[in-house]
């Protein structure tokens, strides 16, 4: 006779919350149609699959913060020029964007409790995205604009194959979410972000003439409709073009999918509930709003931009006022450090806030500290704010990756590993001081102009992702040599067995 446990008591044991949340993100002993728990591999793709986008992401990332140590002299500099460009890229496309994508094909289906529309589009995906931004880094490197256009066409493919394969995704949701809408709103925010992006690389770009193309009618007709977007971007400045392209893409596609979907994952492993949906709905709406003036107003050059740096600031107080009434109910004492990770992250949005209403203010002259000045406000919210709250929720969401990819067919029949021996949360504590030390010395170096210094929290930050890395390869190695060992009956067991 097989004796085996019971699904939600070896799911307890392993380390998940127990029972009494919602039915959605809890196992049951009666489930026969798979195995579910806070990230259920009923609607979930194949692990494998997130899994390929977040190890290039890291590979990225590892690579950008080695380029920050091998050439300082990037952040003491003004920002627009093509090694701050590059590297920028590199963190925004290869890690960040890599990331966030592989995330939203686990995490979507889960969310909205419907399957992903297709895992084969989104490994057709992940080879586009692979080639169109490690083509683009190249590219902007050397400052070959007619070949970051070639390869940001490439990135488009895998853009629109990301954005049709969620889109499909949402419209099987059976019901409609404030995480929905971030998510949807997040996929508008990217698309507009590519094509703000292509046109401004169409814009640097010089054209051959078309008399000779007469017998190539299609080329001459991209030509001209190439000719035809760089003079439309002519119309604007190329600094401001710039700008409003990044904060569409940061604020519209990063920080949107990490307000929305936080209102999943942080009751999720913090066992509470969101407190109010209307405020939580107020949040996302007021940051679309506030965005999309802020977008049309710093390409302009309109001193209206103010006004909208306020609504996006209130959008995200109104967020941290929901947050903060969801950990204030939640039935977890204590916060693991993936968690406290995530909400510093967060906390760095206020004195970034403050920084953006500096920066947005209609007489602030331009010279070299407030151009230092603008570097800090993109490296805070890209390595600080971004960056920072990715790498606590992927302490949080690999490891469930992994466990269940791995040991769920094994639930009740073997010993499994517990998720807090799958990573070590010593590195975790390590690595949390020393990125924040990284970022203080990092933004201090930028704003003294001083690459030494630059250099320095350079290094801090590399040896913090070096022991997350350490940490992902502890979790990751079940994957590739699962530990299992043979389940030790208790004394009522053996008596059921026999």
Same mark, same amino acid.
């Given at each position: 006779?097989?004796?085996?446990?019971?699904?939600?008591?070896?799911?307890?044991?392993?380390?998940?919350?127990?029972?009494?949340?919602?039915?959605?993100?809890?196992?049951?002993?009666?489930?026969?149609?798979?195995?579910?728990?806070?990230?259920?591999?009923?609607?979930?793709?194949?692990?494998?699959?997130?899994?390929?986008?977040?190890?290039?992401?890291?590979?990225?990332?590892?690579?950008?913060?080695?380029?920050?140590?091998?050439?300082?002299?990037?952040?003491?500099?003004?920002?627009?020029?093509?090694?701050?460009?590059?590297?920028?890229?590199?963190?925004?496309?290869?890690?960040?964007?890599?990331?966030?994508?592989?995330?939203?094909?686990?995490?979507?289906?889960?969310?909205?409790?419907?399957?992903?529309?297709?895992?084969?589009?989104?490994?057709?995906?992940?080879?586009?995205?692979?080639?169109?931004?490690?083509?683009?880094?190249?590219?902007?490197?050397?400052?070959?604009?007619?070949?970051?256009?070639?390869?940001?066409?490439?990135?488009?493919?895998?853009?629109?194959?990301?954005?049709?394969?969620?889109?499909?995704?949402?419209?099987?949701?059976?019901?409609?979410?404030?995480?929905?809408?971030?998510?949807?709103?997040?996929?508008?925010?990217?698309?507009?972000?590519?094509?703000?992006?292509?046109?401004?690389?169409?814009?640097?770009?010089?054209?051959?003439?078309?008399?000779?193309?007469?017998?190539?009618?299609?080329?001459?007709?991209?030509?001209?409709?190439?000719?035809?977007?760089?003079?439309?971007?002519?119309?604007?400045?190329?600094?401001?073009?710039?700008?409003?392209?990044?904060?569409?893409?940061?604020?519209?596609?990063?920080?949107?999918?990490?307000?929305?979907?936080?209102?999943?994952?942080?009751?999720?492993?913090?066992?509470?509930?969101?407190?109010?949906?209307?405020?939580?709905?107020?949040?996302?709406?007021?940051?679309?709003?506030?965005?999309?003036?802020?977008?049309?107003?710093?390409?302009?050059?309109?001193?209206?931009?103010?006004?909208?740096?306020?609504?996006?600031?209130?959008?995200?107080?109104?967020?941290?006022?929901?947050?903060?009434?969801?950990?204030?109910?939640?039935?977890?004492?204590?916060?693991?450090?993936?968690?406290?990770?995530?909400?510093?992250?967060?906390?760095? !949005?206020?004195? =970034? @806030? %403050?920084?953006?209403? $500096? *920066?947005?203010?209609?007489?602030?002259?331009?010279?070299? &500290?407030?151009? +230092?000045?603008?570097?800090?406000?993109?490296?805070?919210?890209?390595?600080?704010?971004?960056?920072?709250?990715?790498?606590?929720?992927?302490?949080?969401?690999?490891?469930?990756?992994?466990?269940?990819?791995?040991?769920?067919?094994?639930?009740?029949?073997?010993?499994?590993?517990?998720?807090?021996?799958?990573?070590?949360?010593?590195?975790?504590?390590?690595?949390?001081?020393?990125?924040?030390?990284?970022?203080?010395?990092?933004?201090?170096?930028?704003?003294?102009?001083?690459?030494?210094?630059?250099?320095?929290?350079?290094? !801090?930050?590399? =040896? @913090? %992702?070096?022991?997350? $890395? *350490?940490?992902?390869?502890?979790?990751?190695?079940?994957? &590739?040599?699962? +530990?299992?060992?043979?389940?030790?009956?208790?004394?009522?067991?053996?008596?059921?067995?026999?």
């Amino acid at each position: 006779m097989e004796v085996s446990l019971p699904k939600s008591s070896a799911l307890k044991r392993a380390g998940f919350p127990s029972p009494g949340l919602p039915a959605t993100l809890y196992p049951s002993d009666g489930e026969r149609d798979g195995v579910r728990g806070p990230l259920q591999t009923v609607n979930a793709p194949s692990v494998s699959l997130p899994l390929r986008f977040m190890l290039a992401g890291i590979l990225s990332l590892l690579v950008g913060v080695g380029w920050l140590i091998a050439r300082p002299d990037i952040l003491a500099s003004y920002h627009y020029n093509q090694h701050v460009i590059a590297v920028t890229h590199l963190f925004v496309l290869g890690f960040i964007c890599s990331v966030v994508m592989g995330a939203m094909y686990q995490l979507v289906p889960v969310a909205l409790e419907t399957k992903l529309y297709s895992e084969r589009l989104a490994k057709w995906q992940f080879a586009f995205h692979v080639v169109g931004f490690v083509g683009m880094v190249l590219m902007f490197r050397v400052w070959n604009m007619k070949q970051v256009g070639h390869f940001g066409c490439v990135m488009l493919v895998g853009v629109g194959l990301f954005v049709f394969n969620i889109v499909r995704t949402l419209l099987r949701a059976p019901k409609w979410s404030v995480v929905a809408s971030a998510i949807a709103a997040a996929l508008g925010w990217i698309s507009l972000t590519v094509i703000a992006g292509l046109s401004i690389a169409a814009a640097k770009c010089t054209y051959e003439s078309t008399a000779g193309l007469a017998t190539a009618g299609g080329v001459r007709s991209i030509i001209n409709g190439l000719r035809s977007v760089a003079g439309f971007m002519s119309h604007f400045d190329q600094i401001s073009a710039m700008h409003a392209h990044a904060h569409a893409g940061v604020i519209g596609f990063f920080v949107m999918l990490i307000v929305g979907v936080s209102y999943k994952l942080v009751p999720m492993f913090a066992l509470s509930e969101v407190q109010n949906q209307r405020r939580a709905a107020l949040s996302v709406l007021l940051l679309n709003l506030g965005l999309a003036g802020a977008f049309v107003t710093i390409l302009l050059r309109s001193p209206w931009k103010l006004a909208f740096a306020f609504v996006i600031i209130l959008s995200l107080a109104i967020y941290g006022l929901e947050l903060r009434a969801i950990l204030r109910a939640r039935k977890r004492a204590r916060l693991d450090w993936g968690i406290r990770t995530f909400l510093t992250a967060l906390a760095l !949005l206020a004195p =970034l @806030s %403050l920084l953006a209403l $500096a *920066l947005s203010w209609p007489k602030l002259p331009l010279n070299e &500290f407030t151009g +230092q000045l603008e570097n800090v406000y993109g490296f805070v919210g890209l390595l600080g704010v971004v960056t920072f709250a990715i790498v606590g929720m992927l302490y949080k969401i690999l490891p469930f990756l992994v466990w269940f990819g791995v040991y769920s067919p094994h639930i009740g029949r073997a010993q499994l590993p517990l998720l807090a021996e799958m990573g070590s949360e010593r590195l975790q504590i390590a690595g949390y001081w020393s990125y924040l030390a990284g970022l203080a010395v990092t933004v201090a170096g930028t704003i003294g102009l001083n690459p030494a210094g630059i250099r320095a929290g350079s290094a !801090l930050l590399a =040896l @913090s %992702l070096v022991m997350f $890395a *350490l940490n992902a390869a502890r979790v990751l190695k079940h994957f &590739f040599r699962p +530990q299992l060992k043979p389940l030790a009956l208790t004394t009522a067991l053996k008596k059921a067995a026999a």
